[in-house]
């Protein structure tokens, strides 16, 4: 996608969380900046792929070890939305009153004010952060607040997550978007982040099956998550098993369908982490 704006954090207050972003436009036919809610919070996700997933915003030819370290406990955002996630434009309107409360746009200054409904949410828009996007001025703007999400407060991590018992929820069974696959297969409804893997016997317990016959039966159709770039995981259904090329070993087929794209990506098995199963509402803090 082409690069509409350059993006800097110039302001953060510790004790709110507003920040303030100075926005360039450096593409002509860029739309022009306004108050728009879904706009402010992609930049919200924006910030969080240029801390959680450095290499994604650095400028060309910077090396991965001169990049900054990635935050370790991860971020609060990072309890609710996978950085590796694309959030499309009706998620982005969907959710963003959770997170934001109010946003305002300078002209004078070229600077997005946006007020998060928790100072956490914008803990990792760190003063000084610059970067080039492709988000875009939505038609949201500014929603009634009689049409505003409840405000989220972040997880409680003292709080274990739980899972549902019902394994079906948050799929859907129903023939893929790609043509070859045929068959109906289970498909995540949601973004990677609703989901916990679950141990799979023979895979990730015990002794684990390393005939591909075995595999196959063990994985073809189940809704898995497995370990992306970074620390990162992803979520994917198993379409096939096959014998990788020299020392990879078995590699999976992952089918996957996002808001704005879908298609096929091969992993080795062994970074298949469990199976996906959907968590309950997480419980948040108070204050």
Known sequence: MTDLFK??????????GRVLFLVE???DDADLVTDDFAFAFQLLLECLRAVMLPWTK??????????PPVPDPPLALTDDVNPRDYVGEGEAKRISTAYLSEVAWDAETN???????????????????????????TNYGQPPMDQRAEPLKPVDRTVPAQLYDDYSLGFERRRPKREEITEAIPIATQLSKAYLPVPIAGINTGTVASDLNSVLTLLKYMPVLYQGYGSNQDVGTVVDVTEGQGNNGLMAAMYYEGPCSYGTSTVPVSRIVGRAVLVKPRIRLLA
């Open 7 to 16: 993006v800097t954090v110039s302001e953060r207050d510790s004790v709110t």
């Open 25 to 27: 436009v450096v593409y």
């Open 58 to 67: 650095a400028p060309w030819g910077v090396r991965k070890e001169d990049l």
């Open 111 to 137: 600077t997005l004010i946006v007020t998060p409904t928790h100072p956490a949410w914008t803990e990792h828009c760190r003063v000084g952060l610059s970067f080039k996007t492709a988000a875009y001025i």
